[in-house]
Nanobody, 123 residues
């Protein structure tokens, strides 16, 4: 089992930037897929972006393409989410999660989760 800890959330004005980090410990398999999800109050947890640990391949939800970039540093066992041009609708708790199915956007296909970090974008 892998343990995940997110950091980097905060309050930012619309148009600003934040970088989230997801530090992994425990069993960090080479072929893990690490994803970022977000959950706004009263809404379901939605997929944002994911990266395959072995080769760095990535995929995104349409609403963040061109604004968010997911990356990884395998030496540090850390995955990042660089968020630029933030909008109020990006406000949510952001979670990182680990799974094995590349291309999946389903919560159920990610078995390990962090505790979440709050991102608030003011207008």
């Amino acid at each position: 089992q892998v343990q995940l800890v997110e950091s980097g959330g905060g309050l930012v004005q619309a148009g600003g930037s934040l970088r989230l980090s997801c530090a992994a410990s425990g069993r960090t398999f080479r072929n893990y897929v690490v994803g970022w999800f977000r959950q706004a109050p009263g809404k379901e947890r939605d997929f944002v972006a994911a990266i395959r640990r072995s080769d760095g391949s990535t995929y995104y939800t349409d609403s963040v393409k061109g604004r968010f970039t997911i990356s990884r540093d395998n030496a540090k066992n850390t995955v990042y989410l660089q968020m630029n041009s933030l909008k109020p609708e990006d406000t949510a708790v952001y979670y990182c999660a680990a799974g094995f199915i590349y291309g999946s956007r389903a919560v159920d296909n990610f078995g390990s989760w962090g505790q979440g970090t709050q991102v608030t974008v003011s207008s």
